[in-house]
C-alpha cells in the first residue's frame, strides 16, 4: 500500500482536485453549451393588446432546456408601459406547468427582451406559451409577429391571438437553449483543468525546494 507522506500530499490533492473537475465537466454537466434560434425575417406585424386576450405560440424544442424565451412587444408610443408580462407555459393536452412573470416597464419596445426561464422540456414533443398581461395602466402591449414561410424559427408551429389562428404567422420570438457539450468541448475543458492541476504542482514543488534550500544568495 502506497503511503501518503506530508511532500507527496500536495499533489495527491492536486490529483484530485483535477479528477473531481473533470467528473463535474462529464458526466456531471456543469458547464453547458448554448444555441440560440430565432426569427431570420426583418419586418413586423401586430397582434391585439395581449390583456384580456392572450397571444399564444405553438412550438416544438430542439433541446431538452430553455434557458430564457426573447419576446417582442410594443408599448404603442409609451402608453402601454406598466403591469407584469406573464408567460403561461402548456404541454400538447394544454396542461399548464409553468407561469413567469416579467415586468413590462424592463422590456424593450419592438425588440427581443429576454425572459430567463429555465425550464426542462421534451425536445421533439409540443408545447404553447401563451404571452398575457395584467395589471397594465392605460393600454396593454401588442405582441410582434412575422411570416412563417422561410422565416422560422424552426420550432414555431401555429401563432394564435385568443381562439384564432393567424396565417402563416410566427412570434418574433427567441430561444436560448442551454445543451451537453459535445466531445471536442470536453476534451478543450478537461485539458484546461489539467494544465491548471500541473501549474499547481509545479508551484508547489518549486517553493518546497525553496523552504528546503533556502534562497539562492549567488
Known amino acids: 500500500m502506497t503511503r501518503i507522506t506530508k511532500q507527496s500530499l500536495p499533489t495527491v490533492l492536486t490529483a484530485l482536485a483535477v479528477a473531481v473537475g473533470w467528473l463535474l465537466i ?26 384580456e386576450v392572450a397571444a399564444i405560440q405553438e412550438f416544438v424544442p430542439r433541446y431538452d432546456r430553455i434557458r430564457s424565451l426573447g419576446i417582442d412587444i ?5 402608453r402601454a408601459n406598466q403591469g407584469t408580462l406573464y408567460l403561461h407555459f402548456y404541454d400538447e393536452n394544454l396542461q399548464e406547468f409553468a407561469v413567469v412573470p416579467y415586468d413590462i416597464s424592463r422590456m424593450r419596445d419592438g425588440e427581443l427582451t429576454d425572459i430567463t426561464v429555465d425550464l426542462k422540456l421534451r425536445a421533439g414533443s409540443r408545447y ?29 408551429l401555429h401563432f394564435y391571438y385568443g381562439p384564432t389562428v393567424i396565417d402563416d404567422a410566427s412570434a418574433n420570438i427567441r430561444f436560448i437553449y442551454q445543451k ?6 470536453i476534451l478543450f475543458y478537461d ?11 509545479s508551484l508547489t514543488g518549486k517553493k518546497k525546494d525553496r523552504n528546503e534550500h533556502g534562497p539562492y544568495l549567488g
Open 128 to 156: 404553447y406559451v401563451g404571452i398575457l398581461c395584467e395589471d397594465y395602466g392605460e393600454a396593454a402591449p401588442v405582441v410582434h409577429y412575422r411570416s412563417l414561410a422561410g422565416n422560422g424559427p424552426a420550432e414555431n
Open 180 to 185: 451537453p457539450l459535445h466531445p471536442v468541448q
Open 26 to 51: 462529464f458526466p456531471g454537466g456543469v458547464i453547458k453549451d448554448e444555441e440560440i434560434s430565432r426569427t431570420a425575417a426583418d419586418y413586423s406585424m401586430d397582434t391585439g393588446p395581449v390583456g
Open 191 to 201: 485539458s484546461l483543468i489539467l494544465l491548471a492541476g500541473a501549474a499547481v504542482v
Open 74 to 78: 410594443g408599448k404603442l408610443d409609451g
